[in-house]
C-alpha cells in the first residue's frame, strides 16, 4: 500500500518537473508527502483527499489548458491584475497573490486566480473607475466639496483653488468617482491626492452684500 501511494506521488512530481503545472503550495505540498509516506504506511484521509485534487491536474489536458492561459496573459490582463493587486494589497485580501504579482514581473497567476482576483465585482469596479474619462483635465481649476474640505488634515481648504497636476493610474476605493486626481491647493507646495467624488469644478465666491450696506447706499445726501 505505502509503495503504490508513495508511487503516485512521486509521478505526480515528475509531471510537475516536466510541465510545471503546480502551484508552490502544491508543489510544497507533494514534497511533504513524499516525506511523510517514507516514515509512515498511508496518508491520513485529508493529506489523501488533498492529494487526489493535486493529483486530478496533472494531465495532458490540464497542460494544454495551463498553455493556452499563459499565451492569453497579454499586457492588458498583466496591467489588470497590476491593479487590483494594488487595491488588494491595502484592503488585505489576496494578500500572498498581490505581493507576488506586484513583485514578480515574469510571475503569471493560474486561470483561477486571475478571475478569482480581477473579475469580481469589486475588480470590476475599479477597472470602471480608472478606465473612465477624467472628469477634470491637467491644468484646470477644482475645489474640495464641502465634506472632503472639512475631513482634511493639513489645512482647511473649502473653498481654496486647486490646481490639477495629473491622474493616478490606480485606485484604492470600489466605489462611483473613485478615480484619483493629484492636485495642488493655491498656496501650498505640497500636491495631495483626492478621489473624484471628493472635487468638483472650481467656482469663486463672491460675497453678498448686508441689507444694511444696501439701505446706506440708497439714503441720499
Known amino acids: 500500500m ?3 501511494v508513495q508511487n503516485r506521488i512521486q509521478k505526480v512530481g ?16 507533494v514534497v511533504s508527502l513524499l516525506n511523510y509516506i517514507e516514515k509512515h504506511d ?3 484521509p485529508r493529506q489523501m483527499e488533498i492529494f487526489q485534487k493535486i493529483e486530478r491536474k496533472c494531465t495532458v489536458d490540464a497542460v494544454k489548458s495551463m498553455t ?7 499586457e492588458e490582463k498583466k496591467n489588470i491584475a497590476k491593479v487590483c ?5 491595502i484592503s488585505g485580501y489576496f494578500s500572498a497573490l498581490s505581493s507576488r504579482v506586484l513583485s514578480d514581473p515574469e510571475f503569471i497567476p493560474t486561470e483561477r486566480q486571475y478571475k478569482k482576483m480581477c473579475e469580481n465585482k469589486y475588480a470590476l469596479k475599479l477597472m470602471a473607475a480608472i478606465s473612465s474619462e477624467p472628469k477634470y483635465a491637467v491644468g484646470s481649476m477644482v475645489m474640495l466639496r464641502t465634506p472632503a474640505a472639512r475631513n482634511y488634515k493639513r489645512r482647511p481648504l473649502k473653498g481654496v483653488p486647486c490646481l490639477v497636476l495629473s ?6 476605493n470600489a466605489v462611483k468617482g473613485a478615480k484619483q486626481y493629484r492636485i495642488l ?3 501650498q507646495t505640497s500636491p495631495c491626492v483626492l ?6 469644478k472650481w467656482k469663486a465666491t463672491t460675497k453678498k452684500k448686508s441689507k444694511k450696506a444696501d439701505t446706506c447706499e440708497d439714503i441720499p445726501f
Open 14 to 29: 515528475n509531471f510537475h518537473k516536466k510541465h510545471t503545472i503546480l502551484s508552490d503550495w502544491e508543489c510544497n505540498f
Open 185 to 187: 491647493p493655491y498656496g
Open 2 to 4: 505505502r509503495k503504490k
Open 195 to 200: 478621489e473624484e467624488r471628493q472635487l468638483r
Open 167 to 172: 491622474t493616478l493610474d490606480y485606485v484604492v
Open 42 to 44: 498511508s496518508l491520513s
Open 85 to 89: 493587486a494594488k487595491y488588494y494589497s
Open 68 to 74: 493556452a492561459w499563459h499565451e492569453s496573459y497579454d
